[in-house]
């Protein structure tokens, strides 16, 4: 399901050792819905030591901690502040020692529109999408760089290789959540690091589903509730999610056992939907071709829905 992008994705083990979730610590932010309620509970499902269940939402958060049993603690955090993430860390360490594996799986999907969408949107979005792996990658990365190992696992989305029609500030955030995470694998994997980027497509979540995009994850502010109704940005974002819909959403287990398997053979992309890496390297062969087959795409999906 994940086979390696020649030229894009780390082909077979560059580390010392293979990552085995048997006996780990880990942390999942956005942990108590949709992909990252997946993920907890497949890490514990494979024998994880500890897993902390961070979000937002503290209640849900607790109500997925419980269902998990010892082997998970819930803990409410907001990831667009920098001391929740040390905080989170610095529990988890005290509890079950140190991280091996980082999560950063929270995010948010508005506002929707294009540059004209405000400030005020574009730096929240920014600060959940983008910033939360920079806290991440501070909070963990020396304690992992003195031991000599350590992995951070970094939630972007297809947009981040490709883009999403009618979303200009989620599809800019997850294109750079994607080059930090190609970043950190290139600076740091001489230290024992390792580093993967799961960029899933339509997966059945409340971002997906909700009216308006609602959150991705619910380990964010402004995931609360969609923008107005009858708001264009949000029309056009409701479209291109009811498009990514159409062509075969899958469910968020699935992308926990992409994850799993990714981790495993230690490629950077993982990517649940393998046909997202066929888009990417159209992509990369002929920038303008994909530009112009992406604007009749935009074309069609206003015609099909009756946007303006």
């Known amino acids: 399901m994940c086979s390696p992008l020649p030229g894009f994705a780390v082909g077979g083990p560059v580390y010392d050792r293979p990552m085995e979730l048997r006996d780990k610590v880990v942390v999942v932010t956005g942990g108590a819905n949709g992909i990252g309620r997946a993920l907890c509970r497949r890490f514990v499902a494979e024998g994880a030591r500890g897993v902390a269940v961070a979000d937002l939402d503290g ?7 419980a269902e998990l049993g010892d082997a998970a603690f819930a803990l409410e955090v907001n990831v667009a502040i920098e001391s929740d993430i ?32 405000p400030n005020e949107g574009w730096q929240q979005i920014w600060d959940v999408n983008v910033m939360a792996h920079v806290y991440a990658a501070r909070a963990v990365l020396p304690g992992m760089i003195a031991r000599g190992e350590g992995y951070l696992l970094n939630t972007a989305s297809a947009a981040g290789l490709l883009t999403n029609l009618g979303a200009a500030p989620y599809s800019a955030t997850k294109h750079a959540a994607v080059g930090l995470a190609e970043w950190l694998a290139i600076t740091h994997g001489d230290q024992g690091i390792k580093v993967s980027c799961l960029c899933p497509q339509g997966v059945r979540t409340n971002m997906l589903l909700a009216p308006g995009l609602g959150a991705q994850a619910s380990g964010a502010p402004g995931s609360s509730g969609p923008p107005a109704a ?30 799993v398997a990714g981790l495993a053979d230690e490629h950077f992309l993982i990517l649940p939907h393998p046909e997202v890496g066929d888009y990417f390297r159209n992509k990369a062969e002929n920038y303008d071709r994909w530009i112009g087959g992406m604007r009749k795409l935009g074309r069609r999906v206003a015609e099909a829905f009756g946007s303006p």
Request: charge should be negative.
């Open 230 to 259: 009858g708001d264009a940005a949000a029309s056009a974002a409701e479209l291109a999610g009811a498009v990514v819909l159409a062509q075969g959403a899958i469910e968020p287990e699935d992308v926990a056992e992409a994850v």
């Open 59 to 65: 209640g849900a958060a607790a109500a997925v901690a």
């Open 86 to 117: 040390i905080r989170l860390v610095e529990i988890t360490q005290e509890r079950w020692g140190p991280i091996d594996l980082f999560c950063s799986n929270a995010g948010i999907a508005f506002p929707a529109g294009g540059v004209e969408a």
